[in-house]
């Protein structure tokens, strides 16, 4: 078979093997492909892998030789998978590679914005604690996690990692997910509630027309002035403009972000100069392990389906 991997680069930068995947067929793998070059690098494929290089209708169509696509990622918001199930092409992602490692960097936002750990190390870089008439010093307030309300929106594999790990610290937790569970760990609320009670909200939904700016002005007006917004989940799941006001204005008391709607994001994206906004670059999902997780997974998912049992499909035929 002949494979071509659109964006190879994030997913393995040079620490993992693609060896797995060469042998599975006549493998091409390009470090990343802007959307002029699409059509052209896939001419041939009878598989395409991609992990944020978005594949249209128009895209999918046009490749007579496409017979499966796989997404290096669990979202897989990129591609139309409509229009692949009507030309029978399965999409295939990858959704358990990345729970633990997502899980924590979620903990590590809550923790820095709850003791501001980085922004503290920086001030005494600075010269500021050799300069303090006291033996100690603290910018804003420092915020107990023990007794505190974490709200998870979408309790999935790697929400419901991160309300166990904040169970741990004795956290209450309240979930809201569209479809309700019929036994559940945790208790399962409206959103409504969930974002008036929430010390800590913490986004890991899917991105979809449901869930699209699930976080917009009405929605932030709900939630306590001292509580905080986490997204290490899907950028869009945010309205920015409207997280920006509301930082900006002490609506809320500030949001760690590792997702942003676009990315690299324009410089003038007005969460990059926010109060109290914490952004790291997309790397939740990053780790050696979790990226070699992520390429065995989909060898195997393309194994699978060329042995006529396709798994991880989320564009199912029937």
């Known amino acids: ?10 997913a393995n930068p040079g620490d993992c093997s693609w060896e797995p995947l060469h042998a599975l067929g006549n493998s091409k793998v390009y470090d990343r492909s802007s959307p002029d070059e699409v059509w052209e690098r896939a001419q041939s494929a009878d598989v395409l892998l991609t992990n944020k290089v978005p594949l249209s209708r128009a895209t999918i169509n046009g490749l007579p030789n496409l017979k499966y696509i796989g997404v290096l990622a669990t979202g897989y918001n990129v591609v139309d998978v409509d ?6 092409i399965p999409v295939c ?20 914005l709850a003791n501001r750990t980085g922004h503290h ?8 604690w050799s300069r303090s008439a006291d033996f100690c010093y603290w910018d804003g307030t420092l915020t107990d996690l023990q007794g505190a309300t974490l709200g998870v929106i979408g309790l999935g594999r790697i929400g419901a990692m991160v309300a166990r790990i904040a169970s741990a610290f004795g956290m209450r937790i309240l979930a809201h997910r569209r479809r309700r569970l019929e036994d559940s ?13 929430s010390d800590f909200v913490s986004l890991h ?5 449901h869930t699209k700016e699930i976080m917009n002005r009405d929605r932030l007006q709900l939630m306590k002035s001292s509580a905080f917004l986490i997204n290490t989940a899907r950028g869009a799941l945010v309205q920015e ?3 920006a006001a509301a930082l900006n204005t002490g609506l809320i008391a500030g949001a760690g972000l590792d997702v942003l709607s676009v990315e690299p994001p324009p410089a ?9 906004c914490i952004i790291t670059p997309h790397i939740a999902w990053a780790t050696p392990n979790a990226r070699r997780r992520l390429l065995h997974a989909a060898v195997e998912n393309i194994q699978k389906w060329a042995a006529g049992a396709p798994q991880n499909v989320v564009n199912p035929m029937s």
């Open 241 to 243: 403009a409207d997280l």
């Open 1 to 10: 078979m002949n494979i071509v991997v659109l964006d190879g680069f994030t």
């Open 83 to 88: 229009a692949a199930r009507e030309r029978g």
């Open 205 to 209: 939904c899917p991105l979809t027309e």
């Open 268 to 276: 003038s994206n007005p969460l990059l100069s926010a109060a109290n």
């Open 121 to 128: 190390a920086e001030t005494v870089r600075a010269g500021r």
């Open 93 to 112: 992602n990858v959704p358990e590679y990345g729970t633990p490692n997502t899980a924590q960097a979620t903990i590590a936002l809550m923790l820095e």
């Open 185 to 197: 760990e945790f208790p399962i609320v409206g959103l409504e509630q969930l974002l008036r009670e």
